[in-house]
């Protein structure tokens, strides 16, 4: 395929801004889908444009790649999404780009829960016979998290906006961990908007709650929703910080803390953490306003750990 001349990829994606979001934010299989889709191609028209080019891939290998069933990692495989790039008018790497390094499980590019939020959380997903991708990755999400007098994490509400990255996705797995001596079973989970509470475990020892929210509509590739949900707690011990974790990379977030007015700390910041074995690095000192609150705002977030802490005294 060639482009008139003068006038490159970039250009051409210029007008498309469903594309271009997919592109920014991945995860890779869904802007191979959405390229494919704005172009118009069907899967056996593009296995005989790249066999013109001597480059043999087969469709069901393709439909895997778009569905995330599967995720191209072999080098012989770099040379097939650098022609799918050209093929379907892309920018440069821009399908390159979304493949990130991947451990040996067959797991989607991201990082895992474990890293982020500890090996407690294993038991859990595997009694909801959660996968490690669920099908859904986070477009948008804005999070408010209350404080109350006796210093304890009260409750978190937060807002998302979710994409299906593969066929039929109709639930979203919910995570909290409460602060050393959260009683887990006392916790609750409710499903405030565009979805309902199903199947809650947790983890008493490690004060982890997982929570199914069943979503009021099954999703197909490229489809979005917005839920809301809240975690009430004020079981735990003082809290000092706040951190939400990333599996994957690319989302804008949004993370408000409100104090009780009674009880305001001295000193806040924002921090960023890789995983959970690792200390924290201090980005940015924060100041309280007049209503209590402190928050921070990223427009990318990375895969890891971003959150507020604060000091008492």
Same mark, same amino acid.
């Given at each position: 395929?060639?482009?008139?001349?003068?006038?490159?990829?970039?250009?051409?994606?210029?007008?498309?801004?469903?594309?271009?979001? /997919?592109? !920014?934010?991945?995860?890779?299989? =869904?802007?191979? #889908?959405?390229?494919?889709?704005? *172009?118009? %191609? $069907?899967? +056996?028209?593009?296995?005989?444009?790249?066999?013109?080019?001597?480059?043999?891939?087969?469709?069901?290998?393709?439909?895997?790649?778009?569905?995330?069933i599967r995720h191209p990692g072999r080098r012989e495989s770099l040379r097939v999404i650098t022609a799918l790039e050209d093929l379907l008018e892309l920018p440069g790497e821009a399908l390159t780009q979304l493949l990130e390094p991947r451990d040996t499980t067959g797991l989607p590019a991201g990082?895992?829960?474990?890293?982020?939020?500890?090996?407690?959380?294993?038991?859990?997903?595997?009694?909801?016979?959660?996968?490690?991708?669920?099908?859904?990755?986070?477009?948008?999400?804005?999070?408010?998290?209350?404080?109350?007098?006796?210093?304890?994490? /009260?409750? !978190?509400?937060?807002?998302?906006? =979710?994409?299906? #990255?593969?066929?039929?996705?109709? *639930?979203? %797995? $919910?995570? +909290?961990?409460?602060?050393?001596?959260?009683?887990?079973?006392?916790?609750?989970?409710?499903?405030?908007?565009?979805?309902?509470?199903?199947?809650?475990?947790?983890?008493?020892?490690?004060?982890?709650?997982?929570?199914?929210?069943?979503?009021?509509?099954?999703?197909?590739?490229?489809?979005?929703?917005?839920?809301?949900?809240?975690?009430?707690?004020?079981?735990?011990?003082?809290?000092?910080?706040?951190?939400?974790?990333?599996?994957?990379?690319?989302?804008?977030?949004?993370?408000?803390?409100?104090?009780?007015?009674?009880?305001?700390?001295?000193?806040?910041?924002?921090?960023?953490?890789?995983?959970?074995?690792?200390?924290?690095?201090?980005?940015?000192?924060?100041?309280?306003?007049?209503?209590?609150?402190?928050?921070?705002?990223?427009?990318?977030?990375?895969?890891? %750990?971003?959150?507020?802490?604060?000091?008492?005294?």
């Amino acid at each position: 395929m060639v482009l008139p001349k003068g006038r490159t990829a970039a250009d051409r994606t210029e007008g498309e801004p469903h594309l271009q979001e /997919a592109l !920014r934010t991945g995860p890779f299989s =869904l802007a191979l #889908h959405t390229a494919l889709s704005a *172009r118009g %191609l $069907a899967l +056996h028209r593009v296995r005989e444009r790249l066999s013109e080019r001597g480059i043999n891939v087969g469709v069901t290998t393709l439909s895997y790649w778009q569905r995330g069933i599967r995720h191209p990692g072999r080098r012989e495989s770099l040379r097939v999404i650098t022609a799918l790039e050209d093929l379907l008018e892309l920018p440069g790497e821009a399908l390159t780009q979304l493949l990130e390094p991947r451990d040996t499980t067959g797991l989607p590019a991201g990082r895992r829960y474990s890293t982020l939020v500890g090996s407690g959380i294993g038991d859990l997903l595997a009694e909801l016979e959660a996968p490690q991708d669920g099908g859904l990755h986070t477009v948008m999400q804005t999070e408010r998290v209350t404080i109350d007098a006796q210093r304890r994490l /009260a409750s !978190r509400e937060s807002q998302q906006v =979710l994409r299906a #990255h593969r066929d039929g996705v109709d *639930r979203y %797995l $919910a995570v +909290h961990i409460g602060e050393h001596g959260c009683a887990a079973e006392r916790v609750e989970v409710t499903g405030l908007v565009n979805c309902r509470t199903g199947r809650v475990r947790r983890n008493q020892e490690a004060g982890l709650v997982a929570a199914e929210l069943l979503l009021d509509t099954r999703l197909r590739v490229g489809e979005t929703t917005m839920v809301c949900y809240r975690f009430q707690d004020g079981t735990g011990e003082i809290s000092q910080e706040y951190s939400r974790a990333f599996l994957f990379a690319g989302s804008p977030y949004a993370l408000q803390i409100t104090f009780d007015h009674t009880a305001l700390p001295v000193r806040c910041r924002s921090f960023t953490q890789t995983s959970v074995s690792v200390p924290p690095t201090f980005t940015a000192e924060l100041t309280l306003n007049a209503h209590d609150t402190v928050h921070l705002f990223v427009q990318e977030a990375a895969p890891g %750990l971003l959150g507020i802490c604060w000091d008492w005294e």
